[in-house]
């Protein structure tokens, strides 16, 4: 806890002495007022756009207060102006790079927490940038400016999750109770696979199931060291209860045979009868009650 | 004789012929002029599409409207109906796969107002959407409110109805050899509950320089649900399931310096359970009346419950394991108090600095539990127990992360990751049980009492013990810790080739340390008859009686540093086609669990290509393979998965959606299983040896347990618009599933894994005037498995659903 803990405070004395020391901004000095436009100036010529894809989405808040509306995100637009409509003289999106592009939408938006960890998140990592999820001027979904609402945005790379939750026994994403966002943070987080936990770190997985949450008196250790994922497969299985397997005795077995940590392997005749694990052994998740998890 | 834990359905055999699905649509004629008749009768008036207020069709193919009201546009829609549901065969199955009955159902309600021009007033835009009212099994509501830069507050309230019987799940597989032959139909851990879940969230301030968030959670889960005891034999107990958290946030955001944010959240989460449990029912009964539960196992050969549980009269053997009563109370309220900082802060135009630490300080409490066991363990001669306790654990958890990205040059990134998670779980449990004993299930259990069972304690007054006999009096005090320190640290290299390549190479260590204790102190009474019994042999006695204790403890530690080597790429060679590739190395030097890898590979490849805005062509691969190197377990298992999808639109009026997914699970390890199968039956699994005790790499009794599934998931669907205001659509996808197991019992058939799950589907939409659309679905659902059913009732289901619905948006 104590390393923990300093690093956290390097971490913040780092930030926060760097910007102290130097108040100049290095995100590029504020353009001069002179080299901005107006967005009025932009509907004259793209009036379509500005009409139809952006006066009624979430983005036209930017012409409020000290807003630039347009050039927000296309950057000051005197010049292109000035030159006619020039191409090169406006920041156009298609000619940049992710990484590019996915900085000026995090220019604003940078600072929330879900988008927080995206500079360090698999989804960057993998050239996946914001518009290759988002189109702040042709968004399908229009809340979140998404290019496809959930989850066909998310099945359009993840073909395997679409299989997944097309399974008998699934997490009801596709009926629209449960979104892949409620279990990853498509923008990144500290754990692998971008997968949310809670706020003490467990696994997100206790959101809704909190029963299995403990902490018990008994614990079946896997559960918290190995995860949920040592025996489930969450998206959806073709088993009952999402096990990895078909049936419950073999999951059992794989690890409850020699050596195990403990305890060994049954002395039940599994042959003749006893060939439920968990019809003894009900509380399998942990217990506060017995240390064979019978009850 | 059977047990049905939830009757509903009459229940018959099949399988899956083309021509079975042409019977069950003529079958369900009935339906069908049901549909056609509501068709021919509705007013199929339409206006012309230009005459048609409100702009263009939308995925549904139904017209939208707007009003405008006091500064704000206006939209809302609602879609009801009904839906006829038809089953055939097993109900339990429909419902834990598909669970939507018959009934009037509210399916669709949306709710949109968004402000022209925002200048004084309450909000700029409030949607609310809310899905499946009526009895539908999963329904939700959503809402969201927001004033720029003001407040953004967000609800949902989801309700999951959660049926299981996949009646093969904790079943004892009776057989037919038994006398009498019981059938358990149902599976014994089935569960119908509902969960309930709000959350609610605001952020006040969201652009502000100090800005604030609030939260709100509730989670409740109730509903029947069945479980299992062991006590001699395995009793059916009902378990009304009760559990609620109620989860509070609060946090602040103080942007300190220009792209630098610090926030503080602190969170309260409260859980509650109140899930008990007794004795589901008695279905037998004693020579005299009194009714008994011999529990669910009935394999008299193998002597469950007993060898002759019924006599010759039809009374329940006195003898044999049983249950009177039982009852249960574990009332449990946790308390998770946390508080987190964090940081993000990207002043510098090349360096990206996020951290967050947290600190979380849970406190599981079960002040009173009470259980009563009243019945016969036949092994021990145990009539009654009483057990009492209360017990405490904590969880205390810190985590940290630090992120860096630095940003050497446009093209070249460092990204660096470090994470510290720390969980530690002490638990202390004080109990007490008072057990009575008995000979027969019609012994009165006798307490001991020096007046009435004198030395040489051999009267009928005294309790009836046998060798095997446990303590009267039992008091215990355990104390258990688990530890877990985990350590990780991951960087990365990413380089922008060009514009449309780009690459990554990284490294990721991680070392995590768990630590486990247990410690068990009993104090024990062993009353007259036999006292000198069990823990109490050769042990001297005051007054007939002995006493004792016992100590057990253990401690083990195990440390784990994992090494991964990451590379991918990423292209986009044409604005059309884009290709991902991604690989991961595993090494570690330990493992936890025996199936926990050592070695891990992991390659995951994708493509997409948009040859016209029209179309969009798809393929992924994910393969994984891992393995635990160790002699003992020689454990090797690999996950694959091939996909290809294609969606077409090359006209308004026609559509095609195609996709296949191929899966392909395999694991294989030595476990240890030497059971005695029964007679006559040779079962390839099974040796013969007596204990798996031995260390030895050539040990005879492990034995090789080969496992795997083989999943085809096919998906076709055409759209079709025949008129400019009609819709149709014929879908159809089928989950083919294959593979093997070891069998350890000859009566445990494949279930999960082989079957076929076809799920026909076919709609008809059509505009009607004034904003109206009419909407009709069949959906046909069939699950059959290919393997022989096992000794309980078929699980084949087939079910026709037509929902038939009026949309209006106004």
Request: charged letters at 20%.
């Amino acid at each position: 806890m104590k390393t923990a803990f300093w690093i956290f405070v390097v971490v913040s004395l780092l930030s926060a002495s760097a910007g102290a020391a130097n108040e100049q901004k290095e995100h590029g000095n504020p353009a001069d007022a002179a080299q901005y436009a107006g967005s009025d100036v932009c509907l004259t010529c793209h009036e379509d756009v500005y009409r139809k894809q952006f006066e009624g989405t979430p983005h036209f808040q930017t012409l409020k207060k000290d807003g630039h509306g347009c050039e927000s995100c296309h950057g000051p637009g005197a010049e292109h102006v000035a030159g006619g409509g020039d191409k090169t003289k406006i920041i156009r999106f298609a000619n940049l790079s992710r990484s590019e592009s996915s900085r000026r939408c995090l220019e604003c938006h940078g600072q929330a927490h879900e988008q927080q960890r995206f500079g360090s998140s698999a989804h960057s990592g993998n050239d996946v940038g914001c518009l290759d999820c988002h189109s702040p001027h042709h968004a399908q979904e229009e809340r979140k400016l998404l290019v496809k609402p959930q989850p066909e945005l998310c099945y359009s790379c993840h073909a395997s999750a679409r299989a997944e939750f097309a399974r008998p026994y699934h997490h009801r994403v596709n009926e629209g109770l449960v979104t892949c966002s409620d279990c990853h943070n498509v923008h990144g987080t500290a754990a692998l696979r971008q997968v949310r936990s809670t706020p003490g770190g467990d696994a997100i997985c206790y959101k809704c199931h909190a029963e299995k949450q403990g902490p018990f008196i008994y614990e079946h250790m896997p559960v918290k060291t190995e995860g949920c994922m040592s025996c489930h497969t969450p998206h959806g299985s073709t088993n009952p209860r999402f096990l990895r397997v078909s049936q419950v005795n073999l999951l059992c077995l794989q690890c409850h045979s020699a050596p195990a940590l403990s305890p060994l392997g049954p002395a039940h005749n599994q042959s003749q009868k006893y060939q439920a694990c968990t019809m003894c052994h009900a509380a399998i998740h942990g217990s506060n009650l017995n240390a064979a998890f019978m009850k | 004789m059977s047990i049905h834990l939830d009757p509903r359905v009459h229940e018959r055999s099949g399988s899956f012929r083309l021509d079975d699905l042409v019977r069950r649509l003529a079958v369900t004629s009935k339906l069908v002029l049901c549909v056609w008749t509501l068709f021919l009768l509705l007013p199929v008036a339409w206006s012309q599409s230009a005459g048609t207020p409100g702009g263009s069709p939308s995925s549904s193919s139904s017209p939208q409207a707007e009003i405008t009201f006091d500064g704000y546009r206006v939209h809302q829609s609602v879609e009801a109906g009904y839906r006829v549901s038809d089953i055939t065969g097993s109900g339990g199955m429909f419902n834990t796969l598909v669970n939507e009955h018959a009934g009037l159902r509210l399916f669709e309600q949306t709710f949109s107002m968004r402000s022209e021009t925002s200048a004084g007033q309450p909000f700029d835009d409030l949607f609310v959407n809310s899905v499946g009212w009526g009895g539908d099994p999963n329904n939700f509501l959503r809402m969201r409110v927001s004033k720029n830069q003001w407040f953004d507050f967000r609800a949902s309230f989801r309700r999951d109805q959660d049926f299981s019987d996949f009646n093969l799940l904790a079943n004892p597989l009776n057989p037919a050899t038994s006398v009498p032959t019981v059938t358990v139909d149902a599976s014994p851990h089935q569960f119908a509950t509902r969960r309930r879940m709000s959350d609610l969230d605001l952020t006040l301030l969201p652009k502000s320089k100090l800005s604030f968030r609030l939260g709100f959670s509730h989670n409740n889960m109730t509903g029947p649900s069945y479980t299992t005891l062991h006590e001699g034999t395995e009793g059916l107990l009902l378990q009304p399931w009760d559990t609620t958290v109620n989860a509070y946030r609060v946090g602040v955001d103080f942007k300190l310096l220009p792209h630098t944010v610090l926030s503080y959240d602190q969170f309260l989460n409260y859980y509650k359970g109140d899930t008990s449990a007794q004795l589901n029912s008695l279905p037998y009964a004693l020579a005299g009346g009194t009714a008994v539960d011999l529990g669910l196992p009935f394999n008299t050969v193998a002597g469950l419950p007993c060898a002759t549980p019924l006599l010759a009269s039809g009374a329940v053997n006195p003898t044999c394991n049983g249950y009177f009563a039982y009852t249960r109370f574990d009332a449990t309220r946790n308390s998770f108090p946390t508080e987190q900082l964090s940081l993000r802060g990207d002043y510098f135009r090349r360096l990206e600095l996020t951290g967050s630490f947290s600190y979380s300080s849970g406190d599981a409490r079960l002040p009173v539990y009470s259980e009563f066991f009243d019945g016969l363990l036949s092994r021990t001669r145990m009539r009654t127990s009483q057990e009492t306790g209360s017990s405490r654990a904590n969880r205390v958890t810190d985590n940290a992360d630090a992120g860096v990205v630095f940003r050497m040059t446009d093209r070249l990134r460092v990204v660096d990751q470090f994470r510290f998670l720390s969980f530690r779980l002490p638990g202390v449990r004080d109990y007490a049980v008072d057990a009575l004993f008995g000979a027969t299930l019609l012994s009165t259990p006798n307490v001991f009492d020096p007046a009435t069972c004198p030395p040489p304690y051999t009267a009928a007054t005294c309790p009836q013990h046998s060798a095997s006999s446990g303590a009267d009096l039992t008091a215990v005090h355990d104390v258990n810790f688990l530890k877990q320190d985990t350590k990780s640290n991951t960087i990365e290299l990413q380089y922008d080739l060009t514009r449309k390549i780009s690459g990554h190479l990284g490294y990721r260590f991680q070392r995590r340390t768990i630590f486990d204790s247990t410690n068990d102190l009993q104090a024990l009474i062993f009353y007259p008859s036999l006292p000198n019994r069990g823990a109490c042999a050769g042990l001297p006695l005051v007054n007939g009686v002995c006493t004792t204790s016992a100590n057990s403890s253990s401690a083990d530690t195990t440390e784990i540093n994992a090494h991964s080597l990451l590379a991918g790429f990423s292209m986009r060679p044409t604005h059309e086609l884009r290709v991902n590739f991604d690989s991961e190395q595993f090494y570690a030097d330990h493992s936890y669990t025996r199936i926990s890898p050592r070695k891990e590979s992991r390659y995951r490849m994708s493509g997409n290509y948009t040859p016209r805005p029209w179309a969009e062509l798809g393929a992924s691969a994910n393969m994984l393979s891992n393995s635990n190197d160790d002699a003992l377990v020689n454990y090797r298992g690999h996950s694959r998965n091939y996909g290809l999808n294609a969606v077409v639109n090359p006209r308004p009026r026609f559509g095609v959606d195609l996709a296949y997914n191929y899966s392909d699970v395999m694991q294989d390890g030595l476990i240890c299983f030497n059971d005695v199968p029964p007679t006559g039956v040779v079962l390839p699994i099974v040796t013969n040896a007596k204990d798996c005790t031995g260390l030895d790499s050539g040990n005879p009794l492990l034995t090789d347990s080969y496992y795997e599934n083989h999943t085809h998931f096919g998906m076709g669907a055409i759209m079709l618009k025949p008129a400019p205001h009609v819709t149709t659509r014929f879908g159809y996808s089928i989950t083919s599933v294959g593979g093997k197991i070891p069998q350890f019992n000859i009566l445990q058939p494949l279930g999960s894994l082989a079957y076929n799950y076809h799920q026909p589907v076919a709609s008809l939409d059509i505009d009607l005037a004034h904003n109206f659309a009419w909407h009709a679905v069949w959906n046909y659902y069939q699950y059959g498995e290919k393997d022989f059913v096992g000794p309980t009732s078929p699980r084949y289901f087939h079910a026709d659903n037509v929902t038939l619905a009026l949309r209006y948006a106004f």
